[in-house]
């Protein structure tokens, strides 16, 4: 059984810093392109960012609101997933969501990121 | 704005059929496949349909999936009470080099 359990959202004020983890557990996470994918408060779904398994470069791709601001990355020996947001802004809060294929794959529970001073 | 536009609700009764638009361009759904998303109240988002028209596992065939150019459809036939929630279709923009979602359409059940 697939499970994905996002962490450590919370309430952090503009400008700040913080980072999510995605544990993953019951398919191959090595060979998984992860996503994150987030949803403020009321509104729609918004696709965040992705990065490729090692075998197919690691690389990374962001939407264009948070790219220059958040890096994904991934441990592989820990099948983790992260998400760290840097320069906040009030505009990032949503719950944020990992899978490992945002097409046709489960999705986590999420994990709230409030923004606000 | 979101790149794929699709209504913000849609209704009918117990039994009945609705069907969700989701309108694009050649840079998305013309170009690749599309997938529905199911939100029930409160929940995570999870996928129904993927590749235009593929039930994911265990989703019933009350739900149908089809794409013709840059617009795809939802068919929801049989309609539930416990159907009501937020539909979601997405797909890879090539432009953008993003994958895009609609709006989201509400179902409600009558």
């Known amino acids: 059984e697939v499970q994905l359990v996002e962490s450590g959202g919370g309430l952090v004020k503009p400008g700040g810093s913080l980072r999510l983890s995605c544990a993953a557990s019951?398919?191959?996470?090595?060979?998984?392109?992860m996503s994150w994918v987030r949803q403020a408060p009321g509104k729609g779904l918004e696709w965040v960012g992705r990065?490729?398994?090692?075998?197919?470069?690691?690389?990374?791709e962001y939407a264009t609101p948070v790219k220059d601001r958040f890096i994904i990355s991934r441990d592989d020996s820990e099948n983790t997933l992260y998400l760290q947001m840097n320069s906040l802004k009030i505009e990032d809060t949503a719950v944020y969501y990992c899978?490992?294929?945002?097409?046709?794959?489960?999705w986590g529970q999420g994990t709230l990121v409030t923004v606000s001073s | 704005q979101s790149v794929l536009t699709q209504p913000p609700s849609v209704s009918a009764a117990p039994g009945q059929k609705v069907t969700i638009s989701c309108s694009g361009s050649?840079?998305?759904?013309?170009?690749?496949?599309v997938s529905w998303y199911q939100q029930l109240p409160g929940t995570a988002p999870k996928v129904l349909i993927y590749?235009?028209?593929k039930r994911l596992s265990g989703i019933p065939d009350r739900f149908s999936g089809s794409k013709s150019g840059t617009s795809a459809t939802l068919g929801i036939t049989g309609l539930q009470t416990g159907d009501e929630a937020d539909y979601y279709c997405?797909?890879?923009?090539?432009?953008?080099?993003?994958?895009?979602f609609g709006g989201g359409t509400k179902v409600t059940v009558l």
């Open positions: 590749e235009n028209d």
């Open positions: 019951g398919f191959s996470f090595t060979a998984a392109w």
């Open positions: 990065i490729r398994s090692r075998a197919d470069g690691g690389t990374t």
């Open positions: 050649s840079s998305n759904i013309g170009s690749d496949y």
């Open positions: 997405g797909t890879w923009d090539r432009s953008l080099s993003a994958w895009v």
């Open positions: 899978t490992p294929a945002v097409s046709r794959g489960d």
